[in-house]
């Protein structure tokens, strides 16, 4: 499995983005696929994740702001991100979640980053 982040950049703050991950392999049809982000000096922390039933969930830093979507033919993930402020600032990375063996394992994009200028 491969999962390749991309659009992330540097905008001012209110400004908005849209982070997609593209996976590859096989991701099997039961999963979860989030955005995680980490920000210098920080632990990462989930930001959104939406399963393959469509069920979705928000850290509440960023509900209302961001949006989490999928697309299952295309094995896409997004994230909208709008009214960004500066402490939006991070490398998010596209995770992928499978079961496996009685538990989950987790598959970790290379991450993009986003930085938000005051």
């Known amino acids: 499995v491969q999962l390749q982040a991309s659009g992330g950049g540097l905008v001012q703050a209110g400004g908005s983005l849209r982070l997609s991950c593209a996976a590859s392999?096989?991701?099997?049809?039961?999963?979860?696929m989030g955005w995680y982000r980490q920000a210098p000096g920080k632990q990462r922390e989930l930001v959104a994740t939406?399963?393959?039933?469509?069920?979705?969930n928000y850290a509440d830093s960023v509900k209302d702001r961001f949006t989490i979507a999928r697309d299952n033919d295309k094995d896409t993930l997004y994230l909208q991100v709008k009214n960004l402020k500066p402490e939006d600032t991070a490398v998010y990375y596209c995770?992928?979640?499978?079961?496996?063996?009685?538990?989950?394992?987790?598959?970790w994009g290379q991450g993009t980053q986003v930085t938000v200028s005051s």
């Open positions: 392999g096989n991701i099997f049809s039961l999963n979860i």
């Open positions: 995770n992928l979640r499978i079961p496996l063996r009685g538990s989950w394992y987790d598959y």
């Open positions: 939406h399963t393959s039933r469509g069920l979705t």
